[in-house]
Every structure is written in C-alpha cells, then in structure tokens.
C-alpha cells in the first residue's frame, strides 16, 4: 500500500515532537515534511536528539505554497492565530488539515477574539471545522477536512462531564467547579523564567484564575451536550511534572444518586471507547498510568454530605491532549484502525 | 537565661524531625528528650543524618511516667488516638503540652469517634484544649496547658478563607469547595507502595474525596468563625515534591466586591501577623516561596463571570502545617519572641 | 499466523509490568501466563491501572510445571537465585528460555557465589546459557534455548567500553573507572524506607561502593572482549528519576587518538545496529532522550591533558537494561524482525 | 552594638538571593545595598517573594562609586570579569570585599586568561586574595580584605581530597578522577532551553567533559596541599534536583591501608570544623541532608582490589558552594561567631 504523505508544520515544539514520535510508528504514513522557523536547514534528529529515526528528514522553513504539493494531510502545531491562515491556504489546495492551535475550536468568533485579543479572519471555515473529540464528533471528523484538534484542558474536562451531563446528572450547572493540573510540558518550550527547572522543581502552583482561554472552549462544549448554556469555573495549575492533567471536577448533583448508578452511567457511555477507560470504583486515577498514551482514565466520587458528584480525569496532554489525539483523528478521517500508532500504553513508573 | 527544656515524643517521623532542627535554632530552649520506637537507643544524628547537631542525644522508648521528670514543654508527634493518653498523663503531671495529632482538635467528641472510628476517652480534656492557629486564637494560647496543633490542610484552609468569612463576603456556604494539593512528606514515613518514589515522581493524583478526616475540622473552624454551619467540599490531592500545600478555595460571593475590596479586607485583616502575607492582586502564591519557612501566602482573585471569590494560600505542611507552628505556640505560651527560632524565609529554589 | 505464546513469570515487578507493556505491541505474540505470587488471582490491570489491555490476564501465582503447557517462551523477571530451578525446569521440558535475573550470567559458577552468597545448583546450565546482549552475541542467541539476560549498568557499561577495547585504544585497563548513575525503578518495587518519595526526591547518593554485584559481571565481559583480564572500578548512584542509567567512563588511552579517530571506530562499530547510536561530537547523551525506549546513546570525549578516553553512555534501565533488551532477545531467537514492540523512540519531555 | 552595613552586588541571581535569604537571618548585620540591573527600582520582596522580609529594600542598578559609602562589607554575585573591577575599586576605597566569582581564585592570571578567555587587568589584586576555604586558610581570612570565594564544584572536591593528600595516602596523582554532580541551580538564573523543567526534569546529563573552568581552580589548590603537581580527570554532571553536589572521588593509595585507618585521618583532620562532618564508614553522604545549609557531609570507602580511595563529599551548592561560605568567611574577617546566620541544618525531607 502506498503510505499516506504527511506534514507536520511546527515540529520543533514539544507537541511537534509528539506528532514526529508518534507517526514514526504508523504503518501507513510516511512524514515528508517537518518545518521549524528557528531550526530551519537543520536534521531533525539533531534538533530532537531523542528521535534518531529521523537523521534524515531536514526542517524546512514555513512556506505553505511550497510545501503543499509535498504532503496530503498537514498537522499545525502553530501558534494560534498563525494557524487560520495556513489553514485556509491548505484546505483551498484541497488538503486535509488537523489543526492543534485554538483557532478553529470557538464556533463564535467574537468569542475567540474577546478570549484571544486577535481578530479572526477566517470565520467562513469556521462552519466547516469539525471539533476533534472522536468520543463526540466521530461521524463528522470521518468526513471532516478541516479538524480543529481540541485543548489539552478541555480534553480532560468535557471527557469528565460528558455523561453526567448527558444523562441530566447535573442540576444547576452554574456550580460546576473545574480545578485543572498540568505538568509543565503544557507550556510549551518557550524561554520564560517561570519554566526553568530551578522555578518550577519541587514546587506547586495556580495561574490563569478566572481569565484562562481555555474556558470558553469548555463552555460551547459542555453547553452543547447539555443543551443549554454553561458557565463554569475554570481553574489550572501547574505541577512539577514533565506530562499530564488531572481535572477534579465538581458538580451539584440534580438528584439522589448512588455512586454504583453514576459509575454505571459512565461505563456503559464509554464501552466502546479505545482510550477512555472508567475506574472501578474506590479507585482514583493518577496521571502517571497514561504518561506516554493517548488513554484517558476517569474516576468517581459521590459526596452525599454535599450533594456533589466528583469526577477526575487523566490524560497525557501531549497526546490524547495534542498530539496522539491529533492522529486519532488522522485515523478516523483515513480509515485506519483508530488505534493504529497510538496503541501504546502507559509508560509506568 | 535557664533555658526550657523540652521533649520531643515521636522523634523519627518527619514532623518530629522537623520539631528538632527548628528548636536546634532556639536560643532559649534545649531539646533533652526525643523518643522513638523503632530507633530507641540510637542517636538522633544516626537516624537523622542531617541532624548533624544531635550526636549526642539518644532517642528514649515511649515512657510518659519515666520521661516526664526531664522536660517542662512536650511536643507530641505520635500518631492519633496515640496521643490521648500521653496528653492526659503529661497535664496530670503539671506539664505543658503541644499535641500534633488530630486528637483535641475536634470539640465534639461524637465528630471524632465518627471520622476518625476510634474512642475518645479524655472528653473532660478536650474542654480546656485549645486550637492552636494563633492567627485567631492568640490569647487563649497564651494561657493554654495543651494545645490541639492544626492539621496542615486545615491551617491552609482556614487562613484563606478567615477574613471573607469575618467580613461577610461569602453567601450560601455551602456552595463552598476546597481543592488543596499536597507534597507527599504529609503522608509521613511509612512504608507504603504508594508513596514509592517511583510510583510517585513526575505523577499526580487525587485521594480521600468526600471522606478526608481533615474535613470536620475545617468545618469545625469555618463554622465557629461564620457564626453558622458550614459544610464544605474538601477534596486532596497529591504532588510530586517534598513538602509544601497548595489550597485552592471556591467561595460564591455574597455581593458584588471588587478584587480591590477584598485584598484590602485581607491585608488589613493580617497586618500584623509576623507569618501570613498577602500578594499584591495579580500575583499568585507558590509552594516553594515558603518551602521550609513558616510562612503562609496568600493570593486572590474575583471572578465576576461566576460570581466567586477564589483564594489560594500555600504553606509548608512540616513547618506552618506542623513544626513551625507548634514552635510557634510555644513562644505564645512562654513569652517568647514569636519568631524565635522560625524567623527563616523560604529555601528557594 | 498463529501467534507465539508468551509467559511472563514475576509480573508485578517493575521489569515484568514493562515486558507486559512491550508485549502487547508485539504483532506476533500473545501473552497467555504472567505470575506473581502477592497478587495471585488478580486481573493484571487491576494491580497495573497503566496496562488497561490486561483486563481479562488474572495473574497465576508461580508454578512451573502446571503453567509450563500454556506458553512456548518464558521471561523469567524473578529475583536471583530463584531463577535456577525454574529455569532448569522449563528447559527439561523443552521451552525456551529468557532469564532476567544475574543467574545465569556468570560464566564461573564460583564467582556467582562469592559475589551473591548463594549456591549456583544448574552449573551445567552455565555451559549453554548465552549472554543476552545482542550487538556482541547475536548469532548465538539465535540458537539458544536459555538467554541470560545482561544486567542494567553492565548493558550500559560494556555498550560503553567495546568498541574501544576492541580496537586496543585502551591501555593499562586497570585504569578504568566506571561512574553510573540510575534511576530509582532499578531498585524494585520492593517497600523500603530509602526509595520513598521525601526520602529520594531533590536528593543524589551514590551506594554499594567496591562491592556492587554487577562488577564481575562488566569485568567478565570487559575481559573476552580485551581478551586479557580487566578489573574494574565500578561505583553506582542514585538520581531522582524514574528512568535511566548514565555511565561515565574513564579508560587510560593506549596512544594518541583523535576524538575524530574514536568517533570514527565507534560509528563504524555500531554503524548497523538498530539501538545503538553514537551521537556526533561535541554532543552528549541525555537519559530522557532514552526514557522508555531501547536505545542506547553514546557520547564521546578525549582528554589530551590526562590522556583519558571519557565515554558516556544512556539507556533505560528497564527496557534496553531489562525488558525491551529481552524483547530483542526473543525477536532474534524466533527471527522476527529485530525492532518489532521495541521500535518506539524516547518519550521525550 | 552597631549593625555592619552589608551589600550584596547582584542580588536577582540565586547566589545573591541566598545571600539575603542568610544575611537576613544574622543579627549584627543589616543588608543596606542590593543591586540587580534588570529588576533596579524594584523591591526584593517583588522580585524574590520568598523573600518577604525584604520589602523596603528596594533594588539598586550598579553603581559601585555611588553605592560604596552606604555599606562597609561587599559581595560580589557577579559574572566573572565584572568582579575584577568592581572589586579593585572597591578595596581602593578601603572596603573589605568577598568575591564568588572566579576573578580572583586563580593565582596564575595566564591560567585564568587561557580558561576564561578572558584578560586579567587586576593581576597586582591577586597577590592579596585570599581563597575562601575556611577549613584551610582560615587565618589568612581573619586579616584579608579580598576574599575569592571558592567555586561549588572545588569546594566539594578540595574538602574531600585534602586530609588524604596530606596524610600522603595518594599515589601517582595523575590518576586521580573526579567526578561531580550538581543540581540545577548551579547553572543560575539565566534563560536558555537546556535549563527549562520539561528538558531536566527525570533525566540526567554530562556536561563540560575535559574542559570546566573549575578544574585549574581544583588542580592549583591540590596541588598547593599536596606540594607537588596535580593534574585531575574532572568531570561534571546535572541532576534534576534544586540545589546540591556529590563528587565522588577515586584516588590510587600509595600504600595498603584499611578504610579504618583513612576513616581516623579524615575524623582528625575535620574535629574542631563547625561545617564539615565525616560519616560513620559504611555510610554515604546523600545530598539531600545537606540542603539549605553550610554543612558538607563526607563518606569513604577503600577498594582492596582495585587499591583505590574513594571519597564521597557533598554540599549544597548556593549554600557552602556560595552564600553561606561567604558569610562564614565575613563572620571570620568580622570576629563573629563563625556559625552566625548559617548555623541551620539541612532540610530534609
């Protein structure tokens, strides 16, 4: 079978490298293209010394014109707002894109440019994007050009809350409380003090209270499922770890529920589900069992003294929060097996 | 200056090894008794490698009745339950007593033996008992003979919500929800699988929702500073560093106040406290700014999209979670300077 | 293709929980026994949360004549000594056989026992067992039916090292000093007090100075290859990380060589093996470029002020030190193609 | 009695930052000058916030002419080359300066020149600095005005290697291997991708192989001590931790002597020193009990069969690798008790 030519735009960021690591183990792919502004003319592996594979794939510099003809699905690991127009450019070439950036994620584009300080020039794609949460959009991302890959956070909330919500769980849903922790890899490999080592070892803690951008995205999500419109408390952190989100989520309960009926709720929602596994109940989730994989473990709690359900969801955000996620979906719009390349579990201890 | 003697029962725990490097640094104070089971007979600086200092004092077995006669203050390291004898004993005797164990802080005896499935058997105690948090009960540690020590999670609890709670900022308590994040020294010194540095490093995880035994304390202390019955949600959680609390506090407003408002009831509230500071609004609290110090930090922000009050404080949980603040009670008690001998700042990094 | 049925014996090991992971990548293999005695009549996944593919292999508890029918190659991931019978039992019964003890790994059964204080009973065994490394014994583990599998810091010291003896670029071997340095998973999954989180955490030792077990082992191995004896000095330390081994070796040169010349002599040396890469000059070896991956990455560096080679080599302990080293043993032994289960690259960050 | 005005030049680094964190802690000395070029204007407190203590003092740019009157004693956290100045104009004006840098601890500017690549135009400074190793030029400290601060990597092998070079116990000095390993606080403050937590973080690296700057500082005072000339095989490593080092050391003994024997010379040696402790043989020093403090542990070990010392010493490198051996050496220049402000014992855990 001939492979199918692969692009990655942005390989020199952490979920770059992902994607570069992850496809290096698909059968049916070869990756063509690797770009990087800054490392540009250089060998991939000498910018990635961890990916020897690739001593032979130089980066190129950004030039979608000239790259197009050199792949048939493109994955932007760009900055937002940088991605709308590359994207735009590829899809008019009749190119399939899976965009990790937030600039297809916000069907309302005043939202995007109220949460993300940029205008938003591509309102027409908007329309067709499809958000990339296969345990959701299945069908549409099969038919999809245009993916817009979801946030690392956001993965691990909606996940968390979806069959609560559609099950009618959840009453007064403007409780909800949802307390994110993120290892450091979240933010990226860009030079700020806050992200030496020496800052962050050994240490725990909050930012973004209230302003972060990723509520939004969880908000049109989880308003979507539930049918009517969520406003939520979003509140990340930041661990000394190198991957991973915990979500603790917090939600008032709209009726007496056992822990027993909600764990069976949620079982049977995810039943067929490849990277969602619920826990047995008593047993919490730890992000380290998913390090490495594209498998989102859940966890539950029913506080009775509160009425209050509890819910904690793990997930690597480097894969099924971007990049093993981005290729899930490459899967589904290809016809692939859907854990092909991503089948790999948890790298533990 | 004669200097005080004091006793240190439960030496080879790390809340004890921490009791005996701060008093090492007390200029009034000499440490002539640290007890331990597993180690009697071994010196301290044998079990404690950095306890260079010790090399002379030997850890004693239990023995109220024998040690008694050697020391005028007795910190109690022991585990629950544990220390009601001990405690009993001691205060017989004329002794003066800091209990770090969770043994005296509950008022309600009943609360106790619920959370904690064990017998209370010196309720008469628990009477004169005081809850050691000098931020608000000062006085009444001036005059104590046994003091009720805080739990490390409560301390960072309280101290972040004490000053909305006093000024009436938060409505409907029940809406509030407590998600603190712990290093994993607060699980002590067991041998437990699940504290393996493997099975911990570069993870994180949730344990004990809904049924943490801090929970009732910190309602206890809420309660009695709201005037009125407050349930929480309190939810742990686990971080891969060595010491250090992080508490993020949800608190739905009960009118419309403005970060400003707020930050101005919170620094006048701990103007004068020598180990409470609260950040300038837009700076958040890290764990390792106070790692080894009796600190507490404190940051704020106001979520005007949901209408609540979000705090988060940080402690050590050896040092103002346990150590340090038992020293501190000590110095209320004798009239010593408050922050002799935990004047130290943050180790950072 | 009927698939190879597989036994792991010791599953709930750190070495064992990786073979599972490795394993269930492998196309051409099932898994149909694993053991463990503590948690006999467990799902794997259950003691395991990382390996959710396992929920329906119930761990068997050890014994070797009733679970000798059920798989046709057996990885032996159990403690030295315990290794000998079994062994011997499952080759009289005509399986094969990879042993990930140090039982079978010297070749004079004397050594074993001075150096293990045990009693070697299998001597005969000896004879046949074949060092399991397979860039120097290759043709010879394609015939074998017992596979001593190399020990952690040997793989990373001989890997180190054989090129350059080999060559005779190094004099007075007496010289040779080997500096390692490991993660803490090489200790086990065993419950004591100096691999708890606080214990290890933000912390480096070194341990088993002049009398490590894995001595003999590197010299036996350094001697065939000089073919003159070489004693060694070997010292082990212990990082806070999960993974990985790096060894800095410092070997007396023989004459006056470039670092290009010894560039060139380890590149050509390593030029076709699959996870052996010598990284360009001027570049050394990171351990997380390794991290659950089966290369091995060696840097290079000549000291013309003290006339030292210094080498550097990485692993991970656990799978080119253990398991995926294992995995190899058995694609060349069954003769699948070499890298298949073990082809993925580091997890990196 | 009056406080001795105290500046610290270059206080927004991690050794300067640890020199206000110690000073602070001392109570004959006021800290009347901090500079930082990049935070000048800013308070301490604002730019350190573990650091509350300091929230008056308010950040000054450099301005050594403007700056000399308000403070007697002066250190200098400056980058190498900037101290030579700094401290030149300083002594003219009958200052008394304690340089961390490396401009001073060279005696032979040639070598410093041919490291540093840098020129020497202080050569006639030289003659009089003192290097700042109390536990061997402690009399010269009392009387000198310049002080060169030893470096973190030559305080932890000096300390090691002295008594057993003046015992004589080390043959053939050429043979001597150093090899050292520090946290990451070593590396400062500065921004640059290698240092960031998502590339240190669980993994471990060589670095500087043949070519650090500390070995002539190594190299010139071994060689003072062991009245002939040294050469050393140095070799530097980082460790994910915050702050430490262990260096071990192998040394060919000159003549057979039993680990008892080195164990007395070394106890000797080190009786009467306040920050150096010798562990009991056939225990190691492990970085983490020295942590945030001045105390330098120390563990031997002597290999019959390869007739090699090996020594085992650690510190912490902000603390006896920087800050707090400068205070020592102010506290000795002063007539202080020389355990003044850094008598604390590591934080463990």
Redesign the interface.
């Known amino acids: 079978m001939k492979k199918l030519r692969v692009a990655v735009f942005g390989g020199s960021g ?1 979920a770059g ?1 992902e994607l570069l ?1 992850l496809l ?2 698909h059968p049916h792919v070869e990756v063509t293209v690797a770009t990087s502004e800054k490392s540009a003319g250089m060998p991939v592996s ?1 910018v ?6 690739y001593s032979e794939l130089v980066f190129d510099p950004m030039n979608t014109a000239a790259l197009a003809a050199r792949a048939d699905v493109f994955f932007l690991a760009l900055p937002h707002k940088a991605a709308q127009d590359t994207a735009a450019e590829l899809i008019g070439l009749g190119k399939r894109v899976i965009d990790l950036s937030a600039d297809f994620r916000l069907r309302n584009p005043d939202t995007y440019e109220s949460w993300y300080q940029t205008p938003h020039t591509k309102r027409d794609l908007l329309a067709e994007a499809v958000y990339g949460l296969p345990e959701r959009y299945r069908s549409r991302i099969r038919a999809a050009r245009l993916i817009a890959n979801p946030g690392c956070y956001p993965t691990s909330a909606i996940l968390g809350l979806m069959p609560a919500l559609e099950a009618g769980l959840v009453s007064h849903p ?2 909800i ?1 949802i ?1 994110s ?1 993120s ?3 979240g ?1 990226g ?1 860009s ?3 806050g ?13 973004g ?2 302003v972060h951008r990723h509520t939004p995205e969880i908000e049109q999500e989880l308003s979507a499922i539930a049918e009517s419109e969520i ?3 979003f ?1 990340p ?1 930041l ?6 989100i ?1 979500t ?1 989520i ?1 939600a008032p309960l709209a009726k007496a529920v056992t822990l027993d009926d909600v764990h069976e709720i949620y079982s049977k929602r995810y039943a067929g589900e490849p990277f969602v ?1 619920v ?2 109940t008593g ?11 594209n ?1 989102c ?1 859940i ?1 539950l ?6 009425g ?1 359900l ?1 819910i ?1 969801s ?1 997930i690597d955000n480097l894969v099924k929060g971007a990049a093993g996620q981005a290729v899930h979906n490459m899967n589904i719009m290809m016809g692939f097996d859907e854990t092909t390349a991503i ?7």
Chains 1, 2, 3, 4 share one sequence.
Do not use: C
């Open positions: 952490y490298g690591r290096h183990l000498s990635w010394p961890h990916l020897t594979a403007e409780g409380v307390d922790k290892g450091v890899s933010a490999r030079l700020q003090q992200f030496l080592f020496s800052e962050v070892n050994d240490g725990f803690k909050a930012y209270l209230a406003v939520v408390e509140a952190h661990v000394p770890m190198d991957r991973g915990l603790t917090y596994t826990l047995p047993q919490y989730p730890v992000t380290k069992n998913v390090r490495g994989s498998h473990h966890g709690q029913v506080n009775k003294r509160t209050r509890i904690v793990v089948a790999g579990m948890g790298v533990f201890p």
